[in-house]
């Protein structure tokens, strides 16, 4: 029981299809992201929402659409993607920084394993 | 280049040993992070050491800090074959506003029964 549940934890899809990734958090946190993750590769940051803002957009390329309806639920929006686009897909969710600016730990779901045709 | 770049990319141990890994990082930082992956799932976080403190344990886990050095480690006592993911550093930099970490690719740990 992570506290953070993702789904799906499976999809494939076309290039041309449109389908959405949902993340949930049962933690009472204010602050929630979206990761990518591909093999030998960091951890990509795409976006961060905290108190239901977006206040990070980390150069991603428009077929993402993040989209945060309230504190505890994230979505991402896929639309037109690319080969490159396979990878895992992890939501996390954390305290947003205090007064003194210091980052909180983050707490993962786990993930959603993306696969383009 | 990444900040928070772990060292060695891959370790294999027998079960008891211990286990070190290492972090470096290019920025000041307000804090470093320790997180566990095991293979198909989320992160898990371990520990977080402030950028005041030098060392820090919970349970077998042992973090140092070495500002100065801009580098820190993770010891594993008495490993187990449970043990068996992939770790990564993460750190929350001074001089980036808003929320974010930044991962290193990990050192993935291999403990054999």
């Known amino acids: 029981e992570t506290g953070v549940t993702q789904t799906p934890r499976h999809l494939v899809m076309g290039m041309t299809n449109k389908k959405s990734l949902k993340c949930e958090q049962h933690?009472?946190?204010?602050?929630m992201y979206w990761y990518k993750q591909s093999a030998k590769k960091p951890l990509e940051l795409m976006f961060v929402?905290?108190?239901?803002?977006?206040?990070e957009n980390n150069s991603v390329p428009s077929r993402f659409s993040p989209e945060c309806p309230n504190s505890s639920h994230l979505f991402l929006h896929l639309h037109t993607l690319q080969p490159e686009d396979s990878a895992l897909y992890l939501c996390?969710?954390?305290?947003?920084?205090?007064?003194?600016?210091?980052?909180?730990?983050?707490?993962f779901g786990d993930g959603t394993r993306l696969s383009i045709l | 280049s990444q900040q928070g770049e772990e060292d060695p990319q891959a370790l294999s141990i027998q079960e008891g040993e211990n286990a070190t890994m290492n972090c470096s990082y290019k920025?000041?930082?307000?804090?470093l992070q320790w997180y566990r992956q095991n293979s198909g799932r989320g992160l898990v976080h371990l520990i977080l050491?402030?950028?005041?403190?030098r060392e820090k344990h919970s349970g077998r886990l042992r973090v140092t800090l070495d500002t100065s050095k801009k580098s820190s480690s993770l010891l594993i006592t008495a490993s187990r074959a449970a043990d068996t993911a992939s770790y990564f550093c993460?750190?929350?930099?001074?001089?980036?506003?808003?929320?974010?970490?930044?991962f290193g690719e990990g050192t993935q740990l291999t403990v054999n029964p």
């Open positions: 996390a969710s954390s305290q947003s920084p205090g007064q003194a600016g210091s980052n909180q730990p983050q707490h």
């Open positions: 933690l009472g946190h204010n602050a």
């Open positions: 929402y905290s108190l239901e803002e977006r206040v």
């Open positions: 920025t000041s930082i307000n804090n």
């Open positions: 050491i402030r950028s005041n403190e």
């Open positions: 993460a750190t929350d930099a001074k001089e980036t506003s808003g929320s974010r970490l930044t």
